[in-house]
Structures are given as structure tokens and as C-alpha cells.
């Protein structure tokens, strides 16, 4: 059974620790120490030495943060058990923040009591795999905004000088009419050749991180998930595999709804008495997850009742019953969409986001095989 705890308030530039332990009421021993993981070692094993203690025995913890994972596994490599806690979890660390006290001492000893106290949600930890695969797609959505901020910039700059393209932009005609441009200062159109070298630059780039993405769909890790979640509408390999690598384990989610609270989706609430008032979504969790499902949802305020060709080509290969439960959420959807707008009069984006809300749900069916159940 563990009888001591160990918070840790880890920076890039110090740590600090502090213990707390079930016979202490207030957290003691915090010290600060320089980022290295031989000071924590040090700091652990005096505790096991002076309580008579086994490494089993001590459970170490800190907030998820800059520091991702490898601290965890770094601890756990050497024989002591440690967490990642969510930090909207701990409760101490909430209220140092609101009284403006906040600094490490107090935030290393309100880790310490809970953890002792065991109130906290830990952070569910991905293999170095789904790790990898997931920085390379943070890492790609990345290049995607700053071409975002490139086309932006060139589209100002011709502004800027009177220059309007007045057709559909980005397309090989728009091109060619960026390249072909006149300016009466040669500084101008030196200035406008530098940007569109950079737009292909990072066109390229993104590419380059599609096919690697494709590629890493195919794997035999991914593919058979990434081929049922892409049964459904707006979903296609980026997304399917993004979902897959960030989430982890669909089973840690024991219904629909603590998926859908795990990505910030559902309704928040502030009542007191007879006054019952709920707000938007909480938008707490996996930020990246619910943008990315945001997105996928928005092809349901145009989409139709037929299937698209590339959409049954995505189906190919996959069991019947995958199919037809992607097919009647994707019918479902576009209904509920279309009802929320025109009946129930709701703002576009409001009926964007019950949308989402549901295509979680039916997410968290198709990844952890309740595909019989009605999620919503």
C-alpha cells in the first residue's frame, strides 16, 4: 500500500518537490532542485531510507504540462510509480490561482495532497508510438496554419496595391495570375516573388506530411481503425488517425457522454437554488480532437442522402455492420443538422456543435464496438 506521495511543480527551469504522507496533515520537506531527473532519485530514495520504505511504496505525480511524458517514463523506468494528473483536476493548484497565490512551493504541495488524498484524474498515457505519430501531426497542423498566414499575407499584400482576383482563389488560374502580376516598383514584385516562393515551399511541405500520414495509416497498428472510422462523413485519413492516436484506449471512456466531456463538448452549467442556467460547451480536454471533429461536422450543413463516390470507396472492405452504422449516423446527422436550423431556428454554428457532440458519440460506438446501442 503507498504511504507517501510526492508532488512535483516541474518546469523546464527547476523542480520543486514537496511529500505529504497519511500521519502529516500539511505537506512537508519542499525543496526546489535543478531539472535533472537525479535530483528527484536522490530526493525519493532519502524518503525510502528514512521511512523504511519500498519504491512501491511512494507515488510521484505532476501536472501535464511542457514536459509531456518522459519524466513518467523516466521514473517508472526506474522502479517507481508516477502520474500525470490533469491540472484542471487538482484542486489546490485551482485556488492558488484564484486568490493570486500562486507560485511552485504552493503548487508542489498541493499536488502532494492530492495524490494523497486521491483527488485528481490522471492523464491517460500513450505508447512512445502513438506519441511519435501524434507530435507529427500537431506538427503538421502547424505548417497548415502557417500556410494559412501565407496565403493571408499575399492576398493583403495585393490588396494593399490594388490588385483584386475576383474568381475562386488558389486554383492554377489564380496562380498564374499571382505569377504574371505588374507593379510599378520592381521592389513590389520582388516582395510578392518572395512570398509565392514561400506558398510553395509550404504547400510542398504539406504534402510531404499527407503521404507520410497515409503511410502511417496503413500501418497494421491503425489500419483496420482508421478504415472504420473513415466510414463516416467529413472523416477522412488525417482526422481518423489523429483521433485514434490522441485518444488511446476508447475503453477508458466507459459511455459516450465521458468521451464527449473528455473533448469539451458538453453543456456547462452554473445554477444556484430555484435558477437553473446552462451555458456553451465546457471546452476543456483534448482541444486539437475537438477542432478537428468541429471541422469534419461542417460537411453535414451541405451534405445530402446519397453517398458519394469517394465516400463508398472509403467504405470498401469493411463488415457490414461497420457500414451500416456509419451509414445511418451520417443520415442521422444531416437530419438532425437540417431540423436544428430550419425548426428549432438554431444559429448554424450552435447546430455545428450538437452536431459534433453526437459524432463523438457515435465515434466512441464504432471504436469500442457498440455499434447495437443507441448512443444518443
Not at 2 to 9: A, L, N, P
Not at 36 to 52: D, H
Not at 171 to 187: C, D, E, G, R
Request: positive net charge; proline residues 2%.
Amino acid at each position: 500500500m503507498i504511504t507517501c506521495f510526492i508532488g512535483i511543480d516541474a518546469h523546464t527551469t527547476n523542480y520543486t518537490l514537496s511529500t505529504a504522507i497519511d500521519a502529516e496533515d500539511k505537506p512537508f520537506n519542499t525543496c526546489k532542485y535543478a531539472p535533472k531527473l537525479t535530483y528527484i532519485l536522490k530526493y525519493a530514495n532519502a524518503l525510502c531510507k528514512k521511512y523504511n520504505l519500498k519504491k512501491e511504496d511512494i507515488l510521484l505525480g505532476y501536472e501535464a504540462g511542457c514536459l509531456g511524458f518522459k519524466l513518467q517514463r523516466d521514473l517508472n523506468e526506474n522502479g517507481f510509480n508516477c502520474v500525470v494528473m490533469a491540472p484542471s483536476t487538482i484542486p489546490g493548484t485551482a485556488i492558488n490561482r484564484r486568490k493570486k497565490t500562486k507560485n511552485d512551493i504552493r503548487d508542489a504541495e498541493a499536488i502532494a495532497k492530492a495524490l494523497r488524498n486521491d483527488d485528481y484524474s490522471s492523464v491517460a498515457t500513450p505508447d512512445e508510438e502513438d506519441e511519435a505519430i501524434r507530435e507529427f501531426i500537431r506538427a503538421r497542423e502547424d505548417v497548415r496554419m502557417e500556410l494559412k498566414r501565407c496565403k493571408q499575407h499575399i492576398m493583403a499584400f495585393c490588396n494593399r496595391h490594388g490588385q483584386h482576383y475576383e474568381e475562386t482563389g488558389w486554383t492554377q488560374k489564380h496562380m498564374k495570375w499571382l505569377n504574371n502580376l505588374a507593379f510599378s516598383q520592381p521592389v513590389l514584385k520582388e516582395t510578392l516573388n518572395s512570398l509565392l516562393l514561400e506558398y510553395e515551399y509550404l504547400t510542398e511541405k504539406l504534402e510531404e506530411k499527407d503521404r507520410r500520414i497515409e503511410e502511417f495509416a496503413q500501418m497494421d497498428k491503425y489500419r483496420e481503425s482508421v478504415h472504420k472510422l473513415t466510414c463516416f462523413k467529413g472523416i477522412k485519413t488525417l482526422t481518423a488517425l489523429a483521433v485514434i492516436v490522441e485518444i488511446g484506449d476508447f475503453a477508458r471512456f466507459m459511455k459516450a457522454k465521458n468521451f464527449v466531456a473528455y473533448l469539451g463538448l458538453s453543456v456547462g452549467e452554473q445554477s444556484s437554488g430555484n435558477d437553473h442556467n446552462q451555458t456553451g460547451i465546457t471546452k476543456q480536454g483534448n482541444r486539437f480532437i475537438r477542432k478537428l471533429l468541429t471541422e469534419a461536422a461542417q460537411c453535414f450543413s451541405r451534405a445530402t442522402s446519397k453517398k458519394s463516390k469517394e465516400l463508398k470507396k472509403r467504405q470498401e472492405g469493411n463488415v457490414e455492420e461497420v457500414i451500416a452504422y456509419a451509414d445511418k449516423a451520417n443520415e442521422r446527422l444531416r437530419k438532425r443538422y437540417h431540423h436544428l436550423v430550419i425548426h428549432n431556428m438554431k444559429s448554424p454554428n450552435k447546430a455545428k456543435c450538437a452536431i459534433t457532440r453526437e459524432l463523438a458519440c457515435f465515434i466512441w460506438g464504432m471504436m469500442t464496438d457498440n455499434i447495437h446501442t443507441v448512443l444518443v
